[in-house]
């Protein structure tokens, strides 16, 4: 059973743009949430993340809103630039830091020139 | 700083087969995690490790899946015998004292069964 949803595989943006990134969860219990970037033959790399008792987080480029009471948050990348290309990954930890982390399916973000 | 160390990068095999991953973490993490992530979905923990002792193997499948962690650095992942399901990408992740907000992903090994 998915506990982390990400409904759209793909994303193409053009360079400049905002790419808007959408994640959904079932369980009422996660409280911190993570974005992590995957480049083709790497492991995933941390990118940015949120507790629960917020509902942003911005760090340079990249934003993450959570909504709690609908159960989703997004990354929104502004500017947009062709080395964000990648797949992005949504993942939440249920109860602390110290909890296991379920991802999602991942989007594939390509920004094109 | 070197990241965590897997190997082999790929490795193809016959079902039935059986199959091992190594990992080296980052010097001083003391938890390591193995996940599985086959392809079109995310990663998926298979098991955690404090230190050598098993913190999480709940979605580990035990008939076939093994994991050792001899004294609390280096681990491997074995697969006895494989199955065409098993193939996936095997990361592991490292960090320090169990922070999963806080944990370092290797590259990861590439696994086709066949």
């Known amino acids: 059973d998915q506990q982390v949803k990400q409904n759209s595989p793909s994303l193409s943006v053009q360079e400049g743009r905002i790419s808007i990134l959408n994640c959904d969860y079932t369980n009422s219990m996660f409280d911190y949430f993570l974005w992590y970037k995957k480049y083709p033959a790497e492991g995933p790399t941390f990118l940015i993340s949120?507790?629960?008792?917020?509902d942003k987080n911005e760090d340079g480029r990249f934003t993450v809103f959570l909504n709690k009471s609908a159960k989703h948050l997004s990354l929104h990348i502004v500017p947009s630039q062709p080395g964000d290309s990648a797949v992005y990954f949504c993942a939440a930890l249920e109860g602390s830091t110290l909890g296991r982390l379920y991802f999602g399916r991942g989007t594939q973000l390509t920004v094109w020139p | 700083e070197a990241g965590v160390a897997q190997s082999p990068r790929y490795k193809i095999i016959e079902k039935r087969q059986s199959v091992a991953f190594w990992c080296n973490p980052i010097s001083g993490h003391a938890t390591l995690y193995w996940y599985q992530q086959i392809l079109g979905q995310g990663p998926k923990l298979l098991i955690q490790?404090?230190?050598?002792?098993?913190?999480?193997d709940s979605q580990l499948p035990k008939d076939r899946f093994s994991a050792e962690r001899l004294k609390g650095v280096d681990s491997t992942l074995k697969i006895q015998p494989a199955k065409l399901e098993d193939s996936a990408v095997y990361l592991c992740?490292?960090?320090?004292?169990?922070?999963?907000?806080?944990?370092?992903f290797g590259q990861g090994t590439r696994l086709t069964v066949v």
């Open positions: 490790f404090q230190n050598n002792g098993v913190v999480d």
């Open positions: 949120i507790s629960s008792i917020k």
């Open positions: 992740a490292s960090s320090f004292e169990g922070r999963n907000t806080e944990a370092f």
